[in-house]
């Protein structure tokens, strides 16, 4: 295992809280109550405080002379390696919950793994974020019940938010070269080991919510290898703007 292994590992981890973060920061102000939206806007916090450790990391090993500003807002498209999931857009709150909730059951999982690494930065980051995700979880869960179980229309929107999302859960299990280099050294996670037990505790949730689970056997991946969906750019341009039109700004 390299030094540059490490990093885009790091990568794979860390994009996805960044670029979700990015997403529910959009929601700010336009929750559909003022708790939930507080609720939220402290998610997407939190998940931008994992991601900065992540990078302060990144910029301890890199032999370049870089800061983690440098590496949230200085990378190319296909640099980022974050899962198509976390892209996708805010359709409306049902599409937001249910992404929330596809990812926040893996995440759990993850760091549940990663407090195990011998990778001491890992397991550090892994005990602090997972007091936060485990609210996450149940706050994604806990409204995407009320969703399934609540009227007609709330029921219609959580299942075609789930329809249209199902197809990205599986690149959340996929594994990169690195990610295998990795996680055979004993720091990272074998994440093929997670996916039984994910599906299990979705479908458990979905059955709860009177949620149908999509029969599909078709799957979009692409993102942990720099290939994204259209909506990655327009995220970019709005994250990077600042940093880039001003190059080394400081308040």
């Not at 993850?110 to 979880?137: G, M, P, R, T």
């Not at 859960?169 to 295998?180: A, G, P, Q, S």
């Amino acid at each position: 295992m390299t030094n540059e292994n490490l990093i885009q590992y790091i990568y794979g981890i860390a994009d996805n809280s960044l670029i979700l973060g990015q997403r529910i920061s959009e929601l700010c102000g336009h929750g559909p109550t003022l708790e939930t939206d507080i609720a939220m806007t402290n998610m997407a916090l939190d998940l931008l405080g994992q991601t900065r450790s992540y990078y302060q990391y990144v910029a301890e090993l890199s032999p370049k002379d870089i800061t983690e500003d440098d590496v949230a807002f200085l990378r190319t498209e296909r640099e980022y390696k974050n899962v198509l999931l976390v892209e996708q857009p805010n359709t409306d709150f049902a599409y937001v919950i249910v992404r929330q909730y596809f990812f926040d059951v893996f995440h759990f999982m993850l760091l549940k793994e990663l407090e195990n690494s011998k990778n001491v930065n890992f397991q550090a980051i892994a005990k602090k974020s997972l007091k936060e995700v485990s609210y996450h979880k149940r706050f994604s869960g806990d409204w995407l019940k009320r969703l399934g179980d609540g009227t007609e229309e709330s029921k219609q929107k959580a299942q075609q938010a789930i329809d249209d999302l199902w197809v990205y859960t599986d690149e959340l299990f996929h594994m990169t070269d690195n990610d295998k280099a990795v996680s055979k050294a004993g720091y990272g996670v074998d994440t093929t080991n997670l996916k039984d037990s994910y599906y299990a505790a979705i479908t458990s949730l979905l059955k709860e919510a009177t949620l149908d689970i999509p029969d599909t056997k078709y799957f979009q991946k692409g993102g942990k290898n720099g290939i994204h969906t259209e909506h990655m750019g327009f995220i970019l341009s709005d994250m990077q703007y600042m940093q880039r039109t001003y190059p080394g700004m400081k308040w």
